[in-house]
């Protein structure tokens, strides 16, 4: 059975930083490529960011280029999202979500519970 | 960016009644290899997101067979054939063809 459990989500100042995890079990981690998808409070769903299963490929939303960073450790099954200069409109529910293999995107086929990052002096 | 516009935005609908929901896109949704990638997810209230529709008429395991996906290249459509109290929630399309991905608004279905 495929789980994603996300974890480190918190409240943080603005221009603070804080690092997402989702811990995957149940696939062949290496072989599927992952994203980060948020819903702001009452919000609709927003994709974040996107990472091949090699790691070696990335993708960003324009709202968090230059300040997020996706990455993965295939060695521990785990996803990272690093976020910096955090602002009052990161305020969201952090989802992490599966794809269906190494190099597809946009199908998100399984996700988490979600991780909540509130943003706010 | 594409732009994803679905409508209506909100659908009350009667138990047993069908219901449909349009996703129109600014650009084509088709692929330089052919394929077209439209995907429906359905949010129940309080729950994590789930996928009932890729490639905009696969079906995902599990899917009751009342859900179904049409249309091509800039129009697409999730029909239910007759909603269930269980169907209450937000769905939400999502295109895979272009750089950034991006969703639909969401439609809200409840029962009337």
């Known amino acids: 059975e495929v789980q994603l459990l996300e974890s480190g989500g918190g409240l943080v100042q603005p221009g603070g930083s804080l690092r997402l995890s989702c811990a995957a079990s149940g696939f062949t981690f290496r072989n599927n490529a992952m994203g980060w998808v948020r819903q702001a409070p009452g919000k609709g769903l927003e994709w974040v960011s996107d990472?091949?299963?090699?790691?070696?490929?990335?993708y960003y939303a324009d709202s968090v280029k230059g300040r997020f960073t996706i990455s993965r450790d295939n060695s521990k099954n785990t996803l990272y999202l690093q976020m910096n200069s955090l602002r009052a409109e990161d305020t969201a529910l952090y989802y992490c979500a599966k794809e269906p293999d190494s190099e597809s995107y946009g199908h998100l086929d399984y996700w988490g519970q979600g991780t909540l990052v509130t943003v706010s002096s | 960016d594409v732009v994803l516009t679905q409508s209506p935005l909100s659908l009350p609908v009667t138990l047993g009644q069908p219901a449909s929901i349009s996703c129109r896109s600014s650009?084509?949704?088709?692929?330089?290899?052919?394929?077209?990638?439209l995907t429906w997810f359905q949010q129940r209230p309080g729950q994590s997101p789930r996928r009932l529709i890729y490639?905009?008429?696969n079906r995902d395991s599990g899917v009751p067979d009342r859900f179904s996906g049409s249309g091509s290249v800039t129009d697409f459509t999730l029909k239910i054939s007759r909603v269930e109290a269980e169907d209450v929630g937000v769905y939400y399309c999502?295109?895979?063809?272009?750089?950034?991905?991006?969703f639909g608004q969401g439609t809200r279905l409840e029962i009337k």
């Open positions: 990472i091949s299963g090699s790691g070696r490929k990335t």
């Open positions: 490639k905009v008429s």
């Open positions: 650009q084509s949704l088709v692929f330089s290899d052919g394929i077209t990638y």
């Open positions: 999502m295109q895979g063809t272009h750089w950034p991905l991006t």
